[in-house]
Nanobody, 128 residues
């Protein structure tokens, strides 16, 4: 079964930065648009950022615009989420999900859940 693998999570102080990575376990990511979603305790999963297959198009949740940047290096088979200016409310499990040869820019959770391949997630904790 196709699976994406996340890394880079951890504990960081407010105002700090982390870079998450999403790579593919045994297949190429360049045929997939990638979304980053997060789920905080007691809250619904929400879309954070997404990027299309060649990296020309991306979109962000309003809550992270100007602080987070999604990018991809298909030669390294990796998609990144650079997170700056982290806040306690960014604390969540962050998961990447891939859509094969498709792009759903407004990060509709139902669509990505139904058609996407999900990773296991990585914990991000923002706390002093």
């Amino acid at each position: 079964q196709l699976q994406f693998v996340e890394s880079g999570g951890g504990l960081v102080q407010p105002g700090g930065s982390l870079r998450l990575s999403c790579t593919a376990d045994g297949f190429r990511v360049d045929s997939y648009s990638i979304g980053w979603f997060r789920q905080a305790p007691g809250k619904e999963r929400e879309g954070v950022a997404c990027i299309n297959e060649n990296g020309e198009h991306s979109n962000y949740a309003d809550s992270v615009k100007g602080r987070f940047t999604i990018s991809r290096d298909n030669a390294k088979n990796t998609v990144y989420l650079q997170m700056n200016g982290l806040k306690p409310e960014d604390t969540a499990v962050y998961s990447c999900v891939g859509l094969y040869r498709a792009y759903q820019y407004n990060m509709n959770l139902q669509y990505w859940t139904k058609y996407g391949s999900w990773g296991q997630g990585t914990q991000v904790t923002v706390s002093s």
